[in-house]
């Protein structure tokens, strides 16, 4: 992949060298890290917690055809119409002939990863039906034509001032804001609330669908998503097949481990809950969009398919070094950070996904973090395996890796190379230590340092001093 | 389960379905197959400690909310009507709405106020030029400092809790529980249940927290003993 412009060294490299997306990135992700290490201290159980969340999201995978047959069923008893999309370009029609149906060509948005991953706001812009979305941070990109670079906070990128300039432009045009975050929360109130008021559908995301009881379940911070939930006449929300929970007990260990994980907080300030259609309160029609979208594919492999366990919480973007100094966008996905690193590749089958493995350190902060303990570091290794397999890898890669295999697997031949090398110091001792090497390898000298060749080597030293 | 129902006879159910069976058809790295939910219903766990001290459930609900920025206060039976009443004026609340099966005595006191007493039968409209709404709650957690609303009558329906600005809380000292695991034996979700922790709150703006989006920017909870 040397010299291409697309994947992850390609669109990371500008990232990184813009030094005022690093400060914003770092004071975000200290701050949230810092803040989720407080609440998290708080449980003394809670490392029962994530292996109680991981045993609840690997039951449901390993029985998941029989866990969707009776949401299904649970759904359609309490009110509910269920659709089945096998890929997102489906859930997207279904959506459209939905808001066709009913003759309007507005719908309002809660925040879901799931409708950005299947492109559902474009889809329905070009079919004539705007998508409002009502989160600030997304009212935020949408209204800046960008994209998402946080799982949590979409906006992470954007300072104040930029979004008080944003909002002059466009929602608060002809007043005079100034940059307080509150005077700006304000005026996506103001704006909001005569969409909400007026909105005849909304359209949601799932957090955790309870399989017992057709339950719907939906987090949020600032009420937009009650207001989608409660007022409007029909009820679209669009899940991935892995988003359920057996029962409403379980339902319960996701609402501890998802607030702390996710914004730092004992609990996030509004969760909506509904089974369908309730008489008198709220929605009148309520649909649940069911969509696969490769994800059986990842259930098949016994590795990748702990990625399915993932409740989108975003603690792992928050520890990852990587992240913090490349920012979302690096990722050119939906899912950004060590999540998107591993749920990327599996479910999109794009060129600059298959680079975004090698996007990582391997520390393995996610893993400790991630709230149903996906090893993620693991599933990384596994998914370098499987793209370098399919041939993603040049021949001098794999020639200097079949060099490096010989070497290090044998203790004589090991030894040789280093005599090699010892003889060779004369050679690399003439590059300057900031020089850099030739050919493939002068990759790792262009942000390194040539160590300086040590007399003898470590085994020679040994040998002499104490071996004997 | 090894019988599907017919629903719609959608194709693509039948083929995710079938896509699913053989994405498990790997079964060998996953442990049993019980259909039963693995959480256990109430489970005391280990109770949460702020500061290394152990608080009493009511001590902590109260310290919880209040560092979402929520006005608690607490009085005995005999002092609740005196207590809303000064929270509603000192709120400059000049019109109310309340469910009809609140309590009329806890807000008797509240004087010169527009009162609208909603029975739920009414269309949803006009809610949000109303100031403030008075609740009770099916029960509140304390760890997380979350009141827990399910559409009994003394809650009413979701949206009254919505648009008006200022939400005040009546909380009984035995509807507090001490972690969210108790919480679905205590609510069930027949209707539809709203957990409230805190006012309506955002950090999008360089993660700093203003409280006040689209919700209730003003949570007042009253504690009655």
Known sequence: MAGSRVGFPYTSRSRIEDSQLRANLRSATTAIREKRGRVVAEKADWEDLRLKGEQIRREVLSNLDSYLVKLESSVEKVGGVVHWAVDASEANQIVFSLVRQHGESEVVKVKSLTTDEMGLNEYLSQHGVMAHETDLAELIIQLAHDKPSHILVPAIHKNRSEIRDLFQRTISKGTSLSDDPAVLAEASRLYLRQKFLSAKIAVSGVNFAVAETGTICVVESEGNG?????????????????????????????????????????????????????KGDGPEEFHLVIMDNRR?????????????????????????????????????????GPIGAILSPQLFDSESSKSLPWASTLCGACYEVCPVRINIPQVLVHLREKVLAEGHQSRSERFQFAILSAVLSSGARFDLALWVISRLRFLIDRFPSSGSLPGLVGKWTEARELPELPKETFRVWWRRSRGH | MATDHISGDQPSRTKILSLVRSGLFNKSM?????????????APGTPVRIDSHELETVDLFEEVLRDYKARVLRVDVEGLPDAVAEVVSSCGIKSLVVPNGLDLSWYEGVGQVELVVDDGSGPAVGFEKIDGVITGCSCAIAETGTLVLSGKPDEGRRVITLLPDFHICIVKTEAIIRRVSELFSRVGVSNPVTLISGPSATSDIELKRVEGVHGPRNLIVVIVR
């Open chain 1, 226 to 278: 009650r207001m989608c939930l409660t007022l409007p006449k029909v009820l679209i929300s669009v899940m991935g097949i892995e988003k359920i929970v057996p029962t409403l007990d379980d339902l319960a260990v996701f609402l501890e481990l998802l607030p702390r994980s996710s914004t730092g907080e004992r609990m996030n300030p509004y969760t909506s809950l509904w089974s369908g259609v309730h």
């Open chain 1, 296 to 336: 059986s594919a990842v259930l098949a492999d016994p590795v990748g398919r702990q990625t399915l366990h993932c409740i989108r919480c975003s603690a792992c973007l928050n520890v990852c070094p990587v992240y913090e100094r490349s920012g979302g966008h690096a990722y050119d996905s939906v899912y950004p």
């Open chain 2, 30 to 42: 996953d442990p049993g197959s019980s259909t039963a939910g693995v959480a256990t219903r109430g």
